[in-house]
């Protein structure tokens, strides 16, 4: 799937972490596919990703409940994908609004993924959970207090003069 032109992503709020590159988008997009739209005739695909809850070939909710779902995730990192798959980038928080509007929101582990669609109401937007939602979800948990953990001690060590 590449359409004419590569867009660049806005997505708030939240800070940007990374930009991936062309290469690191083809990988996840191919990572993301391989979990979501394995059992997706291609055509389906062809113009919209999230064809592929629309259609029935992934579990998926929609609309409210999948808009609830979202806002409940607890996650470190997430990547916004466009719909296009020529840009993605990771940010610190759950986008609230982005400049496209068809993209995908997931965390760096794909637990779960999130479809912003422009049938907004419609069709979607959708949340769908990896097969082995709950075991990555612990996993980014632990990650996150890794991560607060870290930080703590650095703040420790910048309060006793060692850094």
Known sequence: MKPHHKCDLEVGPGRIIQKLSEEEVQKLTNQWMDIYARNTQKKILTTYLWHTFSSG???????REAE?????????????????????LVTDALPKNCN??????????LAWT??????????????????????LVLQEIERGRAI???AQEIARAKQEGWL
């Not at 609830?68 to 993605?88: F, G």
């Not at 109401?121 to 769908?128: I, N, Q």
Request: proline share 6%; with cysteine; hydrophobic share 35%.
């Open 68 to 88: 609830l779902l979202y806002t409940q995730q607890i996650t470190n990192e997430v990547v916004v994908l466009s719909n296009n798959c020529l840009s993605a």
């Open 148 to 150: 607060q953990r870290k």
């Open 114 to 135: 999130m479809a912003f669609t422009h049938e907004d109401g419609w069709l979607g937007p959708y949340f769908a959970k990896h097969p082995n939602y709950d075991a």
């Open 100 to 109: 496209l509007m068809d993209y995908f929101v997931f965390p760096t582990n």
């Open 57 to 63: 070939s992934y579990p998926s909710v929609c609309r």
